[in-house]
Every structure is written in C-alpha cells, then in structure tokens.
C-alpha cells in the first residue's frame, strides 16, 4: 500500500504561480511512477505531468514550458511547479502513484486561477 498527501493548492491570479507537492509513504520502494492528474468542473481526469523511477519526465501539451515536476528521493515527494498559471488550469489536482500492484490516489487538492 501507498499513502498520498497532497498540498500546496489555492487560489491565485492569472499569470501566478504554484507549487504542488505529494508525499508518498508506505511501499514506496515499490513505485514505478509519480505524477498529477487533474480534473477541472464537468470535465473528465486528465494526465498533467509524470516522473518515472529513473527521473525521465513526460507532460500534457497544454501545461510544457510551464509546469516543472521534480521530487526529492530522500522525502519521497513528488512536486509541481506552476509557472504563467491560466483559468483554465482551474481544477482538482491528484496526485497518484503507479505500482505493479496498483495506482494510488491522493485526496486531491482545488487550485483555482481567476483572470
């Protein structure tokens, strides 16, 4: 079992930046990938950005040049960097983790960017 905590969401102006960070505890040694989903009102969960064990990383299209995720190993947390930030970046961010057993999920936190 992995358990997820998410942080660092809020509301902030158009062109603001955030940073999301997710704590993984548990079997941690067992994760193949971390990343972010998000799902904005009435829409589905879409894929933001992933880091795989090896430190390669992928992103949506809408959100390259200026998200950045990164992590740091030794506090098993994954971060979000949010740069030149939109409306319609507006949505629930999760974290989530993928094992060979799995995906966890974390609670989900709201950012909200008004224009």
């Known amino acids: 079992q992995v358990q997820l905590v998410e942080s660092g969401g809020g509301l902030v102006q158009a062109g603001g930046s955030l940073r999301l960070s997710c704590a993984a505890s548990g079997s941690v040694r067992s994760i193949n990938v971390m990343g972010w989903y998000r799902q904005p009102p009435g829409k589905q969960r879409d894929l933001v950005a992933r880091?795989?064990?090896?430190?390669?990383?992928s992103y949506a299209d809408s959100v390259k040049d200026r998200f950045t995720i990164s992590r740091d190993i030794d506090k098993n947390t994954v971060y979000l960097q949010m740069n030149s930030l939109r409306p319609e970046d507006t949505a629930v961010y999760y974290c989530?983790?993928?094992?060979?057993?799995?995906?966890?999920w974390g609670q989900g936190t709201q950012v909200t960017v008004s224009s």
């Open positions: 880091i795989f064990r090896g430190g390669t990383t």
């Open positions: 989530y983790a993928d094992r060979v057993l799995g995906t966890s």
